[in-house]
């Protein structure tokens, strides 16, 4: 079974500053994705940057970027430059295993981002 | 294409009444999801379709749950006899491979009074 576990149930971050959203996870399975999600208060899920576990490299998506640590079995989100737009519920999830289409959700935390 | 579409977008229903709640997902995707997300929790993987053959189904998606998908275009997902804590966003989405091309639509609250 995999799991997701997000211990930042809220997180405040000053306008411009650069903010890191952790995220652990566990599986067993050898190959598996990781993927971080944006939900604003109107409800949609917005991808953001994906990270496969044999990449090398840390995946970047414009001001996001993905601190991966596989050893340590983490996938924390940077968030650079933040703006006030960035406030919302963020999602870390990952997918693998016998069940690849299936996403496995983290419990989220509230960003705010203060001007 | 404008997306995932979900309809309605809210519902309020009283205890024992069924609703049924329908996504219409991007042309080209094969594959369609369900999720229900409850207050300040991550979504949760209700059941999976490729085409129309639902090939997956989360032990969350008890008897009273039943979804499909004909001719693997829309979905459609119905709760018989609510209960309370049926109340959450279900939330559909889908993809044409891998959960990369996932796109969710806004959902349908649900509320059981």
């Known amino acids: 079974a995999q799991k997701i576990t997000q211990t930042q149930p809220g997180m405040f971050v000053q306008e411009k500053e650069a903010v890191t959203l952790d995220c652990t996870y566990d599986?067993?399975?050898?190959?598996?994705?990781l993927f971080w999600y944006k939900q604003p208060s109107s409800g949609e899920m917005i991808f953001l940057i994906y990270q496969g576990s044999y990449d090398q490299q840390n995946a970047t998506e414009g001001r996001y970027s993905l601190n991966f640590q596989k050893a340590r079995k983490s996938a924390n989100l940077v968030i650079s430059a933040s703006q006030l737009g960035d406030s919302a519920m963020y999602f870390c999830a990952m997918n693998g295993g016998t069940s690849y289409g299936k996403l496995t959700f983290g419990q989220g935390t509230i960003l705010t981002v203060h001007p | 294409d404008t997306g995932v579409s979900q309809d309605p977008r809210h519902k309020i229903t009283k205890r024992g009444q069924n609703v049924t709640f329908r996504c219409d997902p991007i042309s080209e995707h094969n594959r369609l999801y369900w999720y229900r997300q409850t207050l300040g929790q991550g979504p949760e993987f209700l059941t999976y379709?490729?085409?129309?053959?639902?090939?997956?189904k989360s032990r969350l998606l008890s008897d009273r749950f039943s979804a499909e998908r004909p001719k693997g275009s829309f979905s459609t997902l119905e709760i018989q006899r609510t209960e309370q804590g049926d109340s959450a966003m279900y939330l559909c989405?889908?993809?044409?491979?891998?959960?990369?091309?996932?796109?969710f639509g806004s959902g349908t609250r649900l509320t059981v009074v």
């Open positions: 989405a889908s993809s044409l491979r891998d959960p990369m091309g996932y796109t």
């Open positions: 599986t067993s399975d050898p190959s598996y994705g």
């Open positions: 379709f490729q085409n129309e053959a639902q090939l997956e």
